[in-house]
């Protein structure tokens, strides 16, 4: 059974930065496509970044050219670099598998929380 486990979150002002990480059990991690979503209060969950198993990435308009995905296979782990970060990235933060191009998601994680003050 895959298991995600997110860190990293917190509260910091506008224009802070912040390093999200993620680590991924139960599966055959270098073969997955693997994405971070967003869920701000009030609305559904989005995608904000991606990132194949070869490291292309791809990112939601709204977080271009501040947010950075990468990731490590030999730890297993997805990490999000949030830059310039403004009040409305504000939410909880996932990782599962990138549901685009996977085609499934994995049993959600509990999230990490990431509030962003003006």
């Known amino acids: 059974q895959v298991q995600l486990a997110e860190s990293g979150g917190g509260l910091v002002q506008a224009g802070g930065s912040l390093r999200l990480s993620c680590v991924v059990l139960?599966?055959?991690?270098?073969?997955?496509?693997m994405g971070w979503y967003r869920q701000a209060p009030g609305k559904q969950r989005e995608l904000v970044a991606a990132?194949?198993?070869?490291?292309?990435?791809n990112y939601a308009d709204s977080v271009k050219g501040r947010f950075a995905i990468s990731r490590d296979n030999a730890q297993s782990t997805v990490y999000l670099q949030m830059n310039s970060l403004k009040p409305e990235d504000t939410g909880v933060y996932y990782c599962?598998?990138?549901?685009?191009?996977?085609?499934?998601?994995?049993?959600w994680g509990q999230g990490t929380q990431v509030t962003v003050s003006s």
């Open positions: 990132i194949t198993s070869g490291g292309s990435a």
């Open positions: 599962n598998a990138d549901s685009s191009t996977m085609g499934r998601l994995y049993p």
């Open positions: 139960g599966s055959i991690f270098r073969f997955e496509n």
